[in-house]
């Protein structure tokens, strides 16, 4: 990813570009690339894009269960409005999906993101039942797996929208590894990958992102079976680090992104999905 990809979102507060756009208007404006105008959190969009944030798993059954007993979705939770607030100050819209744990189905949830420019699903991951260790923690019996770390995402090539969902993948996973953070490839053991530098892998037949109407994808988060990245994962700095990358990703995703003619070549929406057990 050019440098310019980031700059320009991350840029948005400079004095300069404010007094730069004040000040042009006309052909004077429309000299300055749509990348900068785009990064400014000022009205200079005619509509802001829309983001819908789905926090995965709900209060009933709260997906997995990290190494110290806690559920994932209160870490989808607090991921999810970290990255809300953080599009937010980007000048971008948002809509909460499953906000209150509560949602009917895995199907209502592209249903109450319809009319989002992107959907973005946030969970947590674990590690197979065979490879965890066993430990105790507060007097609780539990289990651990601290041999695998790290972020990763997931596409449908039966999105309708497979080119833009892949390009967004790939901007988040760029951006958190140019700041710091290192993806999981344990994932792609199971699941091809459609870039396998940054993580994102395709899961063709996942609801969430198949029955969706505009681009979506599904972020992991990190794996909360490992002792110590729980730990992070927990922390709100942490959180906020990880949001503020993700939001300046999607920022210049839906602003001023173009997909390649190989996230183009993606879609394939003369081929039925395989619909696993329980979707």
């Known amino acids: 990813?050019?440098?310019?990809?980031?700059i320009a979102v991350t840029t948005r507060a400079s004095g300069f570009l404010n007094a730069l756009s004040a000040r042009c208007s006309g052909f004077c404006r429309a000299l300055i690339p749509a990348v900068v105008l785009s990064g400014l959190p000022l009205p200079?969009?005619?509509a802001a894009p829309l983001v819908a944030i789905d926090f995965g798993h709900t209060l009933a059954a709260h997906g997995a269960t990290s190494a110290r007993g806690r559920g994932e979705f209160y870490f989808n939770r607090d991921l999810g409005e970290?990255?809300?607030?953080a599009l937010r100050e980007r000048g971008l819209r948002v809509r909460i999906?499953?906000?209150?744990?509560?949602?009917?189905?895995l199907r209502a949830r592209p249903v109450a993101a319809e009319g989002a420019d992107l959907l973005v699903s946030i969970h947590h991951d674990s590690v197979s039942a065979q490879l965890l260790n066993a430990w105790e923690w507060q007097g609780r019996q539990l289990d651990y797996n601290d041999d695998y770390a790290g972020h990763s995402l997931f596409v449908s090539r039966d999105n309708p929208d497979t080119a833009r969902s892949i390009l967004c993948a790939r901007a988040i996973g760029a951006r958190l590894q140019r700041m710091g953070f290192v993806p999981t490839h344990k994932n792609g053991l199971l699941r091809a990958y459609a870039d396998r530098e940054l993580a994102v892998?395709?899961?063709d037949g996942l609801a969430v992102l198949r029955h969706a109407r505009m681009p979506a994808l599904l972020f992991e988060g990190g794996v909360i079976k490992n002792r110590d990245e729980?730990?992070?994962?927990?922390?709100?700095a942490y959180q906020a680090k990880m949001a503020d990358g993700m939001a300046t990703a999607i920022a210049a995703c839906l602003l001023s992104g173009q997909p390649a003619d190989d996230e183009a070549g993606a879609d394939r929406p003369d081929v039925l999905p395989q619909t696993p057990a329980g979707y």
């Open 201 to 203: 892998h395709y899961y």
């Open 230 to 236: 729980e730990l992070l994962l927990a922390d709100p």
């Open 97 to 105: 999906v499953n906000g209150d744990g509560r949602i009917a189905s």
């Open 82 to 85: 970290a990255l809300a607030a």
């Open 44 to 46: 200079l969009q005619a």
């Open 1 to 6: 990813m050019p440098d310019l990809f980031f």
